[in-house]
């Protein structure tokens, strides 16, 4: 029978494992028939990658083997979960670890220029042009949600995708993002005029942190109407802290047999989809189209269908959203940038990083506002359309990594060690990085009312912006809603309330009348005109929610809060004064434990004192009129 050492000396030949490296990890060594072939081949790259103080501290064989086994089961999911595994991110690590230290530039002989893209005007043809072709393409598209985010800023203890996006309604974003996805399902079909309606594809990238809830979400209200086949879930993986210039992993602070982990960022969705197979999929079910988006944007879905139409009219690869930036904005600016010896892209480049590039490039001035009254850099909201033959095609070479980056906090000017451990990150909207010059990478800008309110600082936080800058808070993106939902109202002839300006959570707001529809009433300024008619009015204290498909304005003066509820076949007219004392808004205390936290987050909750609610339950024709 062989001896616990006659297999060790066994094993160390059979895997050609160097002696020298065996005896850097003698406690490793003691304990290597612990494991399997394939573990002893994770130990020996780690050992050949200068990680042996991973097993410094390991007892002899009998003491804490399960512990041990555990901790190369995780190095085995940090090697499978990484695109080109664990030996190229700890390479990666000490390659950018080292540029951090000598303070290298990554944009170092680039020169920045304005990029071709469209500007658009909400409303006007053009726009309404650019919807039209957006809907009819919507049928061949497919939505990406990346959603594993831990929202610390934000510090709210349910997942982001599970708040209200207004407390109107109190629909959150997730069934307001599944709402949209099906109304563009449905809208394009009755415009195409299609065989039968096609369903768009729904991808939803989590993490440990939002995974569990996130599908709790969905099973718990029956995926919002959404067949439950239709929505996937992919799950990113965290990646291994670093505790050194040298990429040494970090262990956890918690548990000595494990390497601590944090997260990677949203760039992981390249890669999760790259590997699950779902764009090949995809692009057999002929998909053309992939718009990914983020978990807290309650207008988005206003903007969609006429950048979706940009991309198709434009032919675009690569669209980004943009929104008009004042210049030196803290957002980052979409840029084309050319070095000296050929290489060019378009992409994000962070305000603090865009401004000092163009004085460094021959810009005295840096960035500066245009005759627009805007920077011409417009601004990146992180919402990307990708044409997904030559997406798959990219990340066929690739194989879906993403530029990272590293972010160390040092603990002095000598940059020789880290405040706390750090980790590779990569964003989303880097993916540009890598195409070739002939890609057609381009941008459409929209005015931010109607495409940009995002929920990602806490009330404190949000108190804190220096006036005139976006709060970007729970209350900033509630009463955007309200503002784009008037604003479209005006532009298709309803006289609509001036706004007040009311305090919430120490944010100064502007309180338009809080009006909110489904999407499937109207997804586009056409559509919304289609059902406005006559000479209808909105008092600013007043609520209207509509909830049906078929339900028309036509000379309605309201004057405190209406609710209308149809099933699809029932067409409602709605007309007539309607006049009571309405849904009221009531500050909250946000430090106030007793209110719920979605509400105390927004600094008011809405007290529905009196309102006109009728509901449609039959189909056929309806005039509601009081
Ligand atoms: P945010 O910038 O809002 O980051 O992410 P965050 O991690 O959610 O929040 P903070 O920074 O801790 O406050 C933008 C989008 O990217 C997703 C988020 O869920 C959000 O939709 N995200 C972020 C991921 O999916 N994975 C990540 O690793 C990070």
Redesign the pocket.
């Known amino acids: 029978m062989a001896t616990g050492v006659e297999s060790t000396a066994e094993n160390l030949s059979k895997l050609n494992i160097n002696a020298d490296f065996a005896n850097s990890a003698p406690n490793l060594k003691k304990n290597l028939h612990l494991f399997s072939p394939d573990q002893i081949e994770l130990a020996k790259m780690l050992l050949e990658m200068g990680q042996s103080h991973l097993f410094e501290h390991w007892p002899e064989p009998g003491v804490d083997d399960e512990e041990k086994k555990a901790f190369l089961a995780q190095v085995a999911k940090l090697n499978s979960s990484y695109p080109a595994a664990l030996v190229s991110y700890i390479r990666n690590a000490r390659e950018l670890l080292a540029d951090s230290k000598a303070g290298k530039n990554p944009y170092d002989g680039f020169k920045p220029s304005v990029p071709t893209g469209e500007v658009l005007t909400f409303g006007d043809d053009n726009f309404i042009k650019f919807e039209e072709t957006g809907i009819k393409e919507a049928q061949n598209a497919a939505f990406g949600l990346?959603?594993?985010?831990?929202?610390?800023?934000?510090g709210y203890n349910g997942i982001?995708v599970a708040l209200p996006a207004e407390t109107t309604t109190g629909t959150c974003f997730l069934q307001h993002y599944i709402e949209c996805i099906l109304a563009l399902q449905e809208a394009s079909y009755r415009l195409t005029k299609g065989e039968h309606q096609k369903e768009i594809p729904f991808v939803i990238?989590t993490?440990d942190d939002t995974h569990a809830r996130t599908t709790n979400l969905l099973e718990s209200n029956s995926y919002f109407g959404m067949k439950p086949t239709q929505v996937k879930l992919l799950k990113?993986e965290k990646v291994a802290c670093l505790d050194d210039n040298d990429a040494r992993l970090a262990m956890d602070p918690h548990n000595k047999y494990r390497i601590q982990t944090k997260?990677?960022?949203?760039g992981?969705?390249h890669s999760l989809l790259y590997s699950s197979g779902i764009l090949n999929e995809w692009r057999d079910a002929g998909v053309r189209w992939v718009l990914f988006f983020?978990?807290?944007n309650g207008l988005l879905f206003k903007a969609i269908p006429a950048a979706l139409g940009v991309s198709a009219t434009k032919q675009y690869h690569v669209n980004s959203l943009a929104v008009q930036r004042k210049a030196k904005e803290a957002i980052g600016g979409i840029t084309k940038l050319t070095h000296a010896d050929g290489r060019s892209m378009v992409i994000n480049v962070e305000y603090n990083q865009l401004d000092p590039l163009l004085r460094a490039s021959g810009f005295p001035d840096g960035d500066v506002n245009c005759e627009t009254g805007y920077s011409p850099f417009p601004g990146n909201i992180?919402q990307l359309i990708l044409e997904l033959g030559s997406y798959i095609e990219e990340l066929g070479k690739t194989g879906g990594a993403i530029k990272e980056f590293v972010n160390p906090k040092y603990k002095d000017a000598s940059k020789t060690s880290f405040k706390s451990s750090t980790r590779l990150e990569c964003m989303?909207q880097d993916y540009p990085k890598t195409l070739p010059p002939s890609a057609r990478v381009g941008f459409t800008v929209m005015d931010a009312w109607i495409a940009y309110a995002?929920v990602?600082n806490n009330p404190e936080e949000a108190a804190k912006v220096p006036k005139g800058n976006p709060y970007h808070s729970a209350t900033s993106g509630e009463f955007a809603i309200y503002r784009a939902n008037s604003l479209i109202l005006r532009k298709a002839g309803v006289k609509v309330g001036d706004p007040v300006q009311q305090v919430f959570n120490g944010q100064d707001v502007e309180v338009w009348p809080r009006i909110t529809w489904k999407p499937k009433w109207g997804l586009t300024f056409a559509e919304i005109k289609s059902k406005v008619s006559g000479a209808s009015a909105i008092s600013q204290k007043s609520t209207m929610v509509i909830q049906g498909r078929n339900i028309f304005l036509e000379d309605l003066s309201l004057d405190g809060s209406l609710v209308v509820n149809s099933v699809d076949d029932a067409e409602v007219k709605v007309g007539g004064s309607v006049q009571n004392k309405g849904w009221v808004l009531e500050n909250v205390d946000y430090k106030d434990a007793s209110i719920p936290e979605e509400l105390r987050i927004r600094g008011f909750r809405i007290n529905k004192i009196q309102q006109l609610e009728k509901i449609y339950n039959e189909p056929g024709k309806f005039t509601l009129k009081p």
Not at 146 to 154: D, F, I, K, M, S
Not at 263 to 266: M, N, R, Y
């Open positions: 990346v959603a594993g985010g831990l929202g610390e800023r934000l982001k990238m993490s990113q997260p990677h960022g949203h992981d969705v983020q978990d807290t992180n989303m995002p990602k």
